[in-house]
């Protein structure tokens, strides 16, 4: 997406009239213990699983539970709806659930709902874009009242994740009973910290604290902010005026630039967010896309000393520090399963020229680097990079529908565009999303494969991480694909409101992380 360039005299008015109105209208909010929200793209229900994005991410987390949730501050798996959990076997796991939970109308939570949702979303009969997350699940048994066993159709090292992440339990009595499932993410019953009040396509959301959140824990803390109310509002300048008058008082991933010029008003508060998403570089080295000189080690090699990453970083966070950093590989450290011990290349132009005039390209070559819209600003800084090493970078922002197109033919020379580390607390998705054999895949190195089927199966903790390593390693060795920079979330918000901690999927906080001061 590219985000437009406010004109300083423009801003300079607006800022003014923020002076005006600022305080006011974020009391008045405070006032009646509500935080309006602006979401860019209209959402209709709350459904996780009939219509997964990062918005809705955000609503099914404020009314639903899973059985276990990942403390992404800690690091750790923490119980939820499940207060404890084991493998019984490597293939089983079972679950204890809570005896004290209730559905938001008033029914009690118990292993009938558990055993309900994960038979629906394994009944081949449903049809669920992200169908494959659950695929795993092989039979789901009740073994009492409180306790559910699952067994899976193959050992797995990641398996416990799968019911902290993606995974929100519905109640068997009221979604059940349903012959349109649809109706259910209009007016659904969770377990969560905010019910349902209201949901409409134009007018938005509106939710209020469930007094009876009392599980939630260190892990999923209830917030303090007694009514949520989420409106569509489908452009920035739309976003900035209601803000103005109070509709709204926290806003998502708004420019940098006219967030830091607003949020000179010291009624308002610019707070950088930062899920695990992040930019890399990858290059065609199996030569799919008929580029020759890509299949050099040495030309890739070029490329990547090129890219100076201090300076892509700066371009969305105007260089401020960012709470978990920066990747220095494909995955990060803290991810389940990561491992890496190749440093990153140093930026180094004139090296890369050398490397350049080595390999036979001191002229240097035309490239194309595609990307997503979204990303396209930092594929730019990065054409630049490489235009100054005499590669003539050209960049194309891609819609989701043409990349896959694109994609499938083999046809990138270069992707410099987004990626969210699989938004979970496993490294298992960021392995099948670089070296997976499939038309994806821009490298066609079998011994990434053989690492790659070690990396997802072996349950050996040790084992598996050397797996890892060594990929992430090669793949930094032998320049197939590098981090360039993280992807931060822009906040504006009034400042009577904290906005503390950072979620690992694609919305950057969950409904926890919002509390007034």
């Known amino acids: 997406m590219m985000f437009p360039n406010f004109k300083s005299v423009a801003m300079s008015i607006l800022t003014a009239a923020i002076l005006v109105t600022g305080v006011s209208a974020s009391h008045a909010q405070k006032t009646k213990d509500t935080v309006g ?16 994005k990062p918005e809705n991410e955000f609503m099914s987390t404020a009314v639903f539970d899973n059985l276990i949730q990942y403390d992404e501050k800690n690091y750790r798996y923490a119980p939820l709806l499940a207060k404890t959990w084991k493998l019984v076997d490597p293939k089983a796991i079972e679950f204890d659930l809570r005896d004290d939970v209730k559905w938001h109308d008033g029914q009690a939570f118990d292993a009938d709902d558990a055993v309900y949702t994960l038979n629906y979303l394994i009944d081949p009969a449903v049809k669920l874009r992200f169908k494959s997350n659950w695929a795993f699940m092989d039979k789901v048994e009740k073994l009492g009242p409180l306790k559910i066993r699952v067994t899976t159709k193959e050992a797995i090292p990641n398996v416990i994740e799968n019911f902290a992440y993606t995974t929100v339990m519905f109640p068997e009595h009221a979604h059940g009973a349903l012959d349109d499932k649809n109706v259910f993410g209009t007016k659904p019953s969770g377990t969560g910290m905010y019910k349902l009040l209201q949901v409409d396509r134009n007018s938005g959301f509106a939710l209020q604290k469930n007094p009876d959140y009392k599980h939630g824990g260190d892990a999923k803390p209830a917030s303090n902010i007694g009514k949520l109310n989420v409106l569509p509002i489908p452009d920035f300048g739309t976003q900035t005026a209601q803000f103005m008058v109070g509709a709204v008082n ?26 695990l998403s992040y930019v890399y570089m990858s290059i065609d080295a199996a030569g799919r896309s008929g580029l020759k000189p890509l299949q050099d080690i040495r030309v890739r090699k070029a490329l990547m000393m090129a890219v100076n990453r201090d300076e892509v970083y700066k371009i969305r966070t105007g260089n401020r520090p960012l709470p978990r950093g920066v990747p220095d590989a494909l995955c990060w450290k803290f991810q389940v399963g990561c491992g890496y011990t190749a440093a990153l290349p140093i930026y180094d132009p004139e090296g890369a020229k050398k490397l350049m005039a080595e390999a036979g390209y001191a002229n240097g070559f035309d490239i194309v680097l595609s990307t997503f819209n979204s990303t396209k600003d930092m594929a730019e800084v990065v054409s ?6 005499g590669v003539r970078a050209s960049v194309e922002g891609l819609t989701f529908a043409a990349y896959r197109t694109k994609q499938a033919d083999g046809k990138f020379n270069s992707l410099v565009s987004g990626w969210s580390a699989g938004g979970q607390t496993d490294v298992s998705n960021t392995l099948d999303f670089f070296f997976e054999p499939s038309a994806k895949d821009m490298f066609q190195d079998t011994e990434l494969h053989k690492l790659r089927e070690i990396g997802l199966s072996e349950i050996d903790e040790v084992k598996r991480k050397a797996a890892v390593t060594k990929i992430m390693d090669l ?21 009577d409101i904290a906005i503390s901690g950072n979620s690992f999927g694609a919305f950057g906080i969950m409904p926890s992380h919002i509390n007034w001061k």
């Open 475 to 495: 793949a930094t060795e032998r320049a197939y694909a590098i981090p360039v920079a993280p992807i931060p979330l822009v906040f504006l918000h009034s400042s």
């Open 37 to 52: 929200m602006a979401f860019l793209e209209a959402t209709q229900s709350v459904d996780p699983y009939l219509d997964p």
């Open 250 to 275: 926290l806003l998502r991933n708004m420019p940098l630039e006219q967030a830091e010029e607003l949020a000179k008003n010291p009624a308002y508060t610019l707070t950088l967010a930062q899920s």
């Open 384 to 389: 630049g990079h490489l235009r100054k090493i």
